[in-house]
């Protein structure tokens, strides 16, 4: 994870602006802590040495002239895991409140750390202007193995992520529509009986790189 965070700083590859979400300004970082088949980013993994480090303040300002110049409503860290490097990306979500506190910040998270850590919840409560979705990558920790390449146990690192964001901060689940199932939903359905209409079936695009790694696990 050092690779990818300095002191405050992060490591980005590149800023752009993006269809999602009606148009949204997004800021694809480096470095995930997991390894799913299925991600389209993998090569930025397997490059390290891609990317600059930004402080918070320029992350923020980019976002929001990208925003600005496109007349978009919504930014984004994407591209890998943006809940790495915590005080970083809390750092970025409050600058952009400040600079535009209309704009929503969308924060797409794997839930790991969310999960692992009480207080990261918390953190994330003090913003209005913030909205988490958290994207769970199969139903169960059945196969939760084989699809992230991280122990199965994880999976409730995700479930409780959802527990922990739960009357604090606005979010909704995603899920992988090719492994989505009653297992996820019953979870959700747990926590609170209205999280699993809120579920999100997000459908896999597979390009031509991420075929072969799929095939090398046995998914296709
Ligand atoms: S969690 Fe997201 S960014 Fe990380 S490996 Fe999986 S799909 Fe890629």
Same mark, same amino acid.
């Given at each position: 994870?050092?690779?990818?965070?300095?002191?405050n700083?992060?490591?980005?590859?590149?800023?752009?602006?993006?269809?999602?979400?009606?148009?949204?300004?997004?800021?694809d970082?480096?470095?995930?802590?997991?390894d799913?088949?299925?991600?389209w980013?993998?090569?930025?993994r397997?490059?390290?040495?891609?990317?600059e480090f930004?402080?918070?303040?320029?992350?923020?300002?980019r976002l929001v002239?990208?925003?600005?110049?496109?007349?978009?409503?919504?930014?984004?860290?994407?591209?890998?895991?943006p809940t790495?490097?915590?005080e970083?990306?809390?750092?970025? !979500?409050?600058? *952009? &409140?400040? +600079?535009d506190?209309?704009?929503? /910040?969308?924060l797409e998270t794997?839930?790991?750390?969310? #999960?692992?850590?009480?207080s990261?919840?918390?953190?994330l409560?003090?913003?209005?202007?913030?909205?988490?979705?958290?994207?769970?990558k199969?139903?169960s920790?059945?196969?939760?193995?084989?699809?992230?390449?991280?122990?199965?146990e994880?999976?409730?690192?995700? !479930?409780?992520a *959802? &527990?922990? +964001?739960?009357?604090k901060?606005? /979010?909704?689940?995603?899920?992988?529509?090719?492994?989505? #199932?009653?297992?996820l939903?019953?979870?959700?359905?747990?926590?609170?009986?209205?999280?699993?209409?809120?579920?999100?079936?997000?459908?896999?695009?597979?390009?031509t790189?991420?075929?072969?790694?799929?095939r090398?696990?046995?998914?296709i």
């Open positions: 994870m050092q690779k990818f965070c300095r002191n700083e992060r490591k980005y590859y590149r800023f752009r602006a993006d269809k999602y979400y009606g148009g949204i300004a997004t800021a970082c480096m470095g995930c802590n997991m799913c088949a299925f991600c980013s993998w090569r930025t397997a490059n390290p040495e891609m990317g930004y402080s918070p303040e320029e992350v923020a300002e002239k990208v925003a600005h110049n496109n007349g978009f409503r919504a930014v984004r860290i994407s591209g890998n895991e790495l490097c915590r970083h990306l809390l750092g970025v !979500i409050g600058e *952009v &409140e400040d +600079l506190s209309s704009l929503i /910040f969308i794997n839930g790991i750390e969310i #999960g692992r850590d009480e990261y919840a918390e953190d409560s003090k913003f209005g202007n913030l909205h988490v979705r958290v994207s769970f199969t139903r920790p059945e196969n939760f193995e084989i699809i992230t390449g991280r122990p199965k994880w999976f409730e690192l995700q !479930i409780k *959802v &527990e922990r +964001l739960h009357g901060v606005s /979010f909704h689940p995603a899920v992988v529509a090719e492994y989505a #199932g009653e297992y939903i019953k979870r959700l359905r747990e926590i609170s009986p209205e999280i699993p209409a809120k579920l999100e079936h997000e459908s896999l695009v597979i390009y790189h991420v075929k072969k790694r799929m090398a696990r046995g998914l």
